[in-house]
């Protein structure tokens, strides 16, 4: 009876996301997250990773960089069309993995793979599906996800009834998972002779050669639309100078070319984690706290005192930034920071 309670109740599948043989950062939460999971449902986690080169043989393999994780199990899977991704192999492959077992969740980064594949199993398993998810409460059968909306200004809680439950996760949205597990590893064989390949990637573009890596930055100024223009965004970097640090911006600067694509930061651009973050003129969107919240210590400078960057902020400015800058590099100069 004891034993019966005890079982584990299915699997939870993590798709680990790796790019030039190096699994993807932000893989450590989303298996934190899931192990969160697993607890409420009494689950398994199986972290799966697709691959061209069979990763058993490979010394050097992703396998290795996950191994040593506290989960259950690590499912690989080798195809030649699995050299680069496409939702066409991807979903195929899931929705393969999902029918060999008792799958209760199937979890996949909020990243341009994790909502591209996503909705297309969905569909084919015909279940629903809850994206940007960053909490979740309750237990058993009665788990409400939770994700922000409305730029983060409400907290959706959404509950699910059909199963496997399909989550994208934000970015940076829970703690790494923890180190020390001893996970088997399965080689498990989908036969993709008869997909057809309808959407392929034909490369990745790398950044501008002799741009900044933010994610090795210890002092980070970034500035927002609250800038107003291009030529107003020279005070930023006047502060990150005399700051000696690098800066960084929000999306809509950097759609607007006030600065270069790299000095993104949020979860469509770099996920940094500085000693300081220094937001100035920036909202604090969900999708740009995701990318600098894990930052030691975070000063907001916003003229709107009920700006959400306040709630992540661990000290807070109120005020006009076009004041405030010119003060912070004078005081910064005077005292000799840089
Ligand atoms: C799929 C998707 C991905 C996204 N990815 C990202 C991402 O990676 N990174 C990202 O940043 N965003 C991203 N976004 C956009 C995000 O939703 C927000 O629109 C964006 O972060 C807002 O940028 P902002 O804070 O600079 O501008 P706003 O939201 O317009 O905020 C400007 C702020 O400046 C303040 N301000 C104005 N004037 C002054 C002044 N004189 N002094 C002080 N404060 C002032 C205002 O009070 C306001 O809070 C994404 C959106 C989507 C849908």
Redesign the pocket.
Same mark, same amino acid.
């Given at each position: 009876m004891e034993e019966e309670e005890n079982k584990m109740a299915g699997k939870i599948l993590v798709l680990i996301e790796h790019r030039e043989g190096k699994v993807l950062d932000y893989n450590w939460g989303n298996l934190g997250f899931a192990v969160t999971l697993a607890n409420k449902l009494n689950a398994e986690v199986s972290a799966v990773i697709l691959s061209a080169v069979i990763l058993a043989q490979d010394s050097a393999s992703l396998v290795q960089s996950v191994k040593s994780k506290k989960i259950n199990e690590i499912i690989t899977v080798h195809d030649p069309k699995l050299e680069k991704y496409s939702p066409d192999t991807y979903a195929y492959v899931m929705q393969n993995l999902v029918s060999q077992g008792d799958i209760q969740v199937v979890v996949a980064g909020h990243t341009s793979i994790g909502w591209d594949f996503l909705p297309k199993l969905a569909v084919r398993l015909n279940v629903g599906l809850v994206s940007e998810v960053n909490g979740v409460e309750g237990e058993g059968e009665n788990l409400i996800f939770k994700r922000q909306v409305y730029?983060g200004k409400l907290v959706e809680k959404v509950r699910v009834k059909s199963k496997p439950y399909l989550l994208t996760v934000e970015r940076g949205g829970f703690p790494d998972i923890e180190e020390g597990g001893t996970p088997q590893v399965s080689n498990v064989s989908v036969d993709l002779s008869q997909i057809e390949v309808r959407t392929k990637i034909i490369e990745y573009v790398k950044s501008e050669k002799g741009g900044v890596d933010l994610t090795k930055s210890s002092i980070i100024v970034s500035g &927002? @639309? %609250?800038l107003g223009k291009k030529e107003n965004f020279q005070i930023v970097k006047d502060l990150a100078e005399a700051l000696g640090g690098d800066y960084a911006a929000? @999306?809509?600067?950097v759609d607007n070319e006030w600065v270069e694509r790299d000095r993104?930061?949020?979860?469509? &651009?770099k996920t940094v984690k500085p000693k300081l973050y220094l937001a100035c003129?920036?909202? &604090?969107?969900i999708?740009?706290l995701s %990318?600098m919240k894990k930052s030691d210590v975070i000063v907001a400078?916003?003229? !709107?005192p009920d700006?959400p960057i306040f709630g992540v902020a661990t000290y807070g400015v109120i %005020? !006009?930034?076009?004041e405030v800058i010119p003060a912070l590099i004078e005081e910064a100069k005077k005292q000799g920071v840089h």
């Amino acid at each position: 009876m004891e034993e019966e309670e005890n079982k584990m109740a299915g699997k939870i599948l993590v798709l680990i996301e790796h790019r030039e043989g190096k699994v993807l950062d932000y893989n450590w939460g989303n298996l934190g997250f899931a192990v969160t999971l697993a607890n409420k449902l009494n689950a398994e986690v199986s972290a799966v990773i697709l691959s061209a080169v069979i990763l058993a043989q490979d010394s050097a393999s992703l396998v290795q960089s996950v191994k040593s994780k506290k989960i259950n199990e690590i499912i690989t899977v080798h195809d030649p069309k699995l050299e680069k991704y496409s939702p066409d192999t991807y979903a195929y492959v899931m929705q393969n993995l999902v029918s060999q077992g008792d799958i209760q969740v199937v979890v996949a980064g909020h990243t341009s793979i994790g909502w591209d594949f996503l909705p297309k199993l969905a569909v084919r398993l015909n279940v629903g599906l809850v994206s940007e998810v960053n909490g979740v409460e309750g237990e058993g059968e009665n788990l409400i996800f939770k994700r922000q909306v409305y730029n983060g200004k409400l907290v959706e809680k959404v509950r699910v009834k059909s199963k496997p439950y399909l989550l994208t996760v934000e970015r940076g949205g829970f703690p790494d998972i923890e180190e020390g597990g001893t996970p088997q590893v399965s080689n498990v064989s989908v036969d993709l002779s008869q997909i057809e390949v309808r959407t392929k990637i034909i490369e990745y573009v790398k950044s501008e050669k002799g741009g900044v890596d933010l994610t090795k930055s210890s002092i980070i100024v970034s500035g &927002g @639309r %609250g800038l107003g223009k291009k030529e107003n965004f020279q005070i930023v970097k006047d502060l990150a100078e005399a700051l000696g640090g690098d800066y960084a911006a929000s @999306r809509p600067v950097v759609d607007n070319e006030w600065v270069e694509r790299d000095r993104q930061v949020g979860s469509s &651009g770099k996920t940094v984690k500085p000693k300081l973050y220094l937001a100035c003129g920036i909202s &604090g969107a969900i999708q740009h706290l995701s %990318g600098m919240k894990k930052s030691d210590v975070i000063v907001a400078l916003n003229k !709107d005192p009920d700006a959400p960057i306040f709630g992540v902020a661990t000290y807070g400015v109120i %005020g !006009d930034l076009f004041e405030v800058i010119p003060a912070l590099i004078e005081e910064a100069k005077k005292q000799g920071v840089h």
